[in-house]
Structures are given as structure tokens and as C-alpha cells.
């Protein structure tokens, strides 16, 4: 089992920045894999950016060069953050934090409960 808590949405200005967190506790040792997802009005959710147990990241193309994701870790916890800069409207969404959890070779996702981002002049 993982819990997850997100923090760090909200109001930003078009070219403007924020940073995400979502801090992750349980059995953190068989997590593979986090990432966040967005969900914007009358769309799909789609990947924004991910980051393997190993550091590998991957991002969609529409935040490439804009958006970076890391992570940290401790014996109780791994927060994984997305750094945001040079927001635009279309960054408009719900931001979700995704958990890929590996027990006897199958894998679980585990969400947070999701934030709003709104860039908005």
C-alpha cells in the first residue's frame, strides 16, 4: 500500500512558474516508477512527465524544455516534484501524481488526489 499527498497548486500568470510536490509513504521500497498526469475540462488525462526508480524521464512533448521532474527520498518517504516554468493556459488542468507499486512481479497504480493548476491572466 502507498499513500499519496499532493501539495502546490494554484493561480499563476501566463509565463509564470509553480512547483508540485507529492510526498509518498508505505511501502515505498517496491516503487518502479512516478509521475504526473493533468486532466483538463472535456479531455482526457494525459501524461505530463514521469521518472523511473532509476532517474530515466520522460516528458510529453507539449513541456519539453519547460517542466522538470525529480524526486527525493528518505527511509520513510520519496517526494516527487514537478517544476513548472513559462506556464501557459493550455497548463490549465488538474495535476495528478501517479505511483507505479510492484508486488510479485504486478503492477499497481496509486494516485494522489489531485491539484488545480490555472494559468490565467
Known amino acids: 500500500q502507498v499513500q499519496l499527498v499532493e501539495s502546490g497548486g494554484g493561480l499563476v500568470q501566463p509565463g509564470g512558474s509553480l512547483r508540485l510536490s507529492c510526498a509518498a509513504s508505505?511501502?515505498?521500497?517496491?516503487?518502479?516508477?512516478m509521475g504526473w498526469y493533468r486532466q483538463a475540462p472535456g479531455k482526457q488525462r494525459e501524461l505530463v512527465a514521469g521518472?523511473?526508480?532509476?532517474?530515466?524521464?520522460?516528458?510529453a512533448d507539449s513541456v519539453k524544455g519547460r517542466f522538470t521532474i525529480s524526486n527525493s527520498r528518505d527511509n520513510v518517504k520519496i517526494t516527487v516534484y514537478l517544476e513548472m516554468n513559462s506556464l501557459k493556459p493550455e497548463d490549465t488542468a488538474v495535476y495528478y501524481c501517479?505511483?507505479?507499486?510492484?508486488?510479485?512481479?504486478?503492477?499497481?497504480?496509486?494516485w494522489g488526489q489531485g491539484t488545480r493548476v490555472t494559468v490565467s491572466s
Open positions: 508505505g511501502s515505498i521500497f517496491s516503487i518502479r516508477a
Open positions: 501517479n505511483v507505479v507499486h510492484v508486488v510479485q512481479n504486478t503492477g499497481y497504480d496509486y
Open positions: 521518472i523511473s526508480s532509476g532517474g530515466s524521464t520522460n516528458y
